[in-house]
């Protein structure tokens, strides 16, 4: 039996419908990662700051970068792998 559900807070892939789970410090799951142009990728990492995921204050060009990526994959997510 094991249900310590109330440890670790699941992390799941910011896509729009998309459940996979993945460490706090990535942002999507590989899938949808990869199916973003590089450009927005960098935007994503160089407004990243290490440890915002713990102080839940991630800088608002993270935010910015990270609203396009998800808007980009549009409002369903991608399926079929
Ligand atoms: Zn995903």
Known sequence: MASSSHAVPRHA???TGCDVVVPPRLFMCKKHWF???KPMRDAVW???RPGQEVTRDPSREYLEASRAAIEYLGPKAVTGA
Do not use: K, R, S, V
């Open 13 to 15: 892939c910011h896509a």
């Open 35 to 37: 199916a973003l142009p």
């Open 46 to 48: 160089a407004a990243y």
